[in-house]
């Protein structure tokens, strides 16, 4: 079993809300983040899969095809939007990098052909980052 | 539905490898430079990794807040600016970074409740990293 890794890069804006909590209670649990007006960051994308090398490509997976799939389904949906406003999963779930990671499992791991989904890590910054290896 | 959150802190400190167990001649041939008596210093980086359910209602595996509260007050504000080998927990054992990231595992294994710790990461360098996820008395060089 070999295991690769692809990396990408979006830029998207988000706030945390729920509207079961209170005002305050939303401000307390959620601090700055609350803000209406939402606020941005640039994530790194890594998306890892899993396969045995084919004897006759020496490829795991199709890079190219890891990576027209990445971008149909993660990056044209996710890169430069709001995050609450304009991708659906997020119309009902909080954006947090948590709900994240598991959307961007969720929208790839029908798509890839070859490969099996191993982990996918959604870093927010630099200093926080969320791995989800689907459901356990 | 289950998540690992990993979150990195930076926290600087001296250290001198010595052991008392060695002779004069072993330590230098050892820890070389590392044991220089009058110590040096690292800027070390810290990684957290804690997993659990992804609350419903708030989308998180555990609030941030509470993660970076406890570490600033527990390890942070006790490592941070500090003589390692001053401090009780290395006064009988020598302070490499492989204990380091131990006593670190242990202070959070102890003492955080709001999530599950699956481990952490001590980067003494760039070049070099140590991970302990508990278990055996040992970190793994990375």
């Excluded at chain 1, 295991?3 to 979006?10: D, G, I, P, V």
């Excluded at chain 1, 960051?41 to 090398?53: A, D, Q, S």
Aim: net charge negative.
């Amino acid at each position: 079993m070999v295991y690769l890794t692809r990396k990408a890069e979006f830029s998207a804006s988000h706030y945390y809300h729920n509207p079961d909590f209170s005002p305050e209670e939303n401000r307390r649990i959620f601090g700055k983040c609350n803000n209406p007006n939402g606020h941005g960051h640039n994530y790194t994308l890594e998306v890892t899969v899993k396969g045995e090398v084919d004897p006759r490509s020496g490829f795991v997976v199709d890079l190219k095809q890891l990576k027209e799939v990445m971008h149909r389904e993660v990056l044209d949906a996710m890169d430069h939007r709001f995050l609450n406003k304009e991708v659906p999963e997020f119309l009902t779930q909080i954006p947090t990098t948590e709900n994240l990671a598991i959307a961007v499992w969720q929208r790839l791991a029908t798509k890839l052909q070859k490969a099996r989904l191993h982990r996918v890590r959604v870093y927010e910054t630099p200093d926080l980052f969320v791995d989800f290896y689907g459901e356990e | 539905m289950k998540a690992h959150l990993t979150r990195r802190y930076r926290f600087s400190a001296s250290h001198r490898l010595h052991s008392a167990e060695m002779t004069e001649g072993e330590n230098v041939a050892t820890y070389g430079k590392c044991n220089n008596p009058h110590g040096h210093g690292h800027n070390y980086a810290l990684e957290v990794t804690i997993s659990g359910s992804v609350d419903a209602s708030t989308g998180m595996v555990c609030n941030l807040v509470d993660l970076d509260g406890f570490v600033e007050s527990e390890i942070l504000a006790r490592y941070h600016l500090s003589n390692l080998n001053t401090l009780k927990e290395f006064s009988a054992e020598v302070p490499t970074t492989e204990n380091l990231s131990i006593r670190i595992y242990e202070i959070l294994q102890r003492g955080f409740r709001y999530a599950h710790l699956e481990g952490v990461k001590l980067e003494e360098t760039m070049m070099n990293s140590f991970e302990y996820y508990g278990g055996q008395q040992s970190a793994s060089r990375g």
